[in-house]
């Protein structure tokens, strides 16, 4: 299975690493690291250099607590970062927004698939991604950045995820976005307890069927640090441990600060299913 990237593949037959790229001064990880252009295209080029399948760029930090940005702060922050990358990488660039106005210009600007934390839920974001003509990610998320850590609450985490994503899959085609073209993320860390977010790695096989495939965004985040008591910067070890069962339960799509040690892991558990 392959995604028309604007031009550019992706390939889904194999395990794709999407290395993170935060133009931001706030995300939880990397914030303020590369709001400079040119240290953006260098950590980009490093990622690619490393393995990375395709770039995500993003100009809105959505980790909890986090306040919203102003629309032109956004597109000042994305755009030249966008036009750049997709001029000079030979990967896809993903542009993670959820505004009508991002998806528009950055689609303009040469990216190649759009990431959305809210599934195209803001008012025109579900039109500007269906013009746009390019692959989406569609996320689970309950309540907004701001407040969606406060005492969540499922019946059934894994079936009210999935219905949902299927829901919004329906909504997608309704408007002419093929499945074919739709990648599918079950949010963790995004209105979600610990044992929410290991109930949906520990199921993660049942999301397989929606769509084009899984993508999957655990690195360095908050459930690493609470299994392993760790800060940001010593959670290398239980990424990489998330990654693999990730993508041993179906995920096609690796999100992740740490290319090279994800690509790497991911590389011995393609060699061991392919084995015999």
């Known amino acids: 299975m392959r995604l028309d990237c604007a031009g550019?593949?992706?390939?889904?037959?194999?395990?794709?690493?999407?290395?993170?790229?935060?133009?931001?001064?706030?995300?939880?990880?990397?914030?303020?690291?590369?709001?400079?252009?040119?240290?953006?295209?260098?950590?980009?080029?490093?990622m690619v250099e490393e393995g990375a399948?395709?770039?995500?760029?993003?100009?809105?930090?959505?980790?909890?607590?986090a306040p919203p940005v102003l629309v032109q702060e956004e597109l000042d922050r994305v755009l030249p970062v966008v036009e750049r990358l997709a001029r000079e990488l030979p990967v896809p660039i993903s542009v993670d927004t959820s505004k009508p106005e991002i998806i528009r210009e950055a689609t303009r600007a040469g990216a190649g698939l759009l990431n959305d934390v809210r599934a195209l839920r803001l008012p025109g974001a579900l039109e500007a991604a269906a013009a746009s003509g390019l692959p989406v990610c569609l996320m689970h998320l309950r309540g907004e950045p701001a407040t969606m850590q406060q005492e969540p609450v499922y019946a059934d985490v894994v079936a009210e995820v999935h219905a949902f994503l299927a829901?919004?899959?329906?909504?997608?085609?309704s408007v002419g976005i093929?499945?074919?073209?739709?990648?599918?993320?079950?949010?963790?860390?995004?209105?979600?307890?610990?044992?929410?977010n290991l109930l949906l790695l520990r199921h993660l096989n049942r999301f397989t069927d929606l769509a084009a495939g899984v993508l999957v965004g655990i690195s360095r985040k908050s459930m690493i640090g609470a299994l392993l008591n760790a800060p940001i910067g010593e959670r290398l070890s239980g990424s990489l441990a998330a990654a693999v069962i990730a993508f041993w339960q179906g995920a096609s799509v690796i999100r992740t600060h740490d290319v090279r040690e994800t690509v790497q892991a991911l590389r011995v558990c393609t060699a061991a299913r392919a084995a015999g």
């Open 8 to 46: 550019k593949a992706l390939d889904l037959s194999r395990p794709a690493v999407m290395g993170v790229l935060n133009v931001t001064p706030d995300s939880f990880s990397d914030g303020g690291r590369y709001l400079q252009w040119d240290a953006a295209l260098r950590r980009a080029e490093t």
């Open 53 to 65: 399948a395709l770039i995500d760029v993003g100009g809105e930090s959505t980790r909890p607590g």
């Open 167 to 173: 829901e919004r899959i329906r909504v997608c085609e």
């Open 178 to 196: 093929s499945r074919e073209r739709i990648l599918v993320d079950p949010g963790f860390g995004f209105g979600k307890t610990l044992d929410h």
